[in-house]
């Protein structure tokens, strides 16, 4: 199984970016996915998650009316449309694929990360 993220890189303050992540060697549409982030020196934090229909998504507090998961099953592939971005969400922001406990998903696999800069 591989989760490959990317589309991260610097942004200023009030800024949008929008993270993919490629899922391969699974059955996609089985899967519930997440995107989660760590900050420097922070322990990784939930961001938000969808479930296997695309129907149903959570998210963390802190950027709900800002961030939006969506999934395009058929490209095998998850979305984080980040708008209005501060500079505490500087991180590197990883993917994840899980089968079970929606909404609070235990998580399988993971990607290796993205990293994400919001600059003043």
């Known amino acids: 199984v591989q989760l490959v993220e990317s589309g991260g890189g610097l942004v200023q303050a009030g800024g949008s970016l929008r993270l993919s992540c490629a899922a391969s060697?699974?059955?996609?549409?089985?899967?519930?996915m997440g995107w989660f982030r760590q900050a420097p020196g922070k322990e990784r934090e939930f961001v938000a998650a969808i479930d296997w229909s695309g129907r149903s998504t959570y998210y963390a507090d802190s950027v709900k009316g800002r961030f939006t998961i969506s999934r395009d099953n058929a490209k095998t592939t998850v979305y984080l449309q980040m708008s209005n971005l501060k500079l505490e969400d500087t991180a590197v922001y990883y993917c994840?694929?899980?089968?079970?406990?929606?909404?609070?998903?235990?998580?399988?696999?993971w990607g290796q990360g993205t990293q994400v800069t919001v600059s003043s």
């Open positions: 060697g699974l059955t996609f549409s089985l899967y519930c």
């Open positions: 994840a694929a899980g089968r079970t406990g929606w909404p609070s998903v235990v998580y399988d696999y």
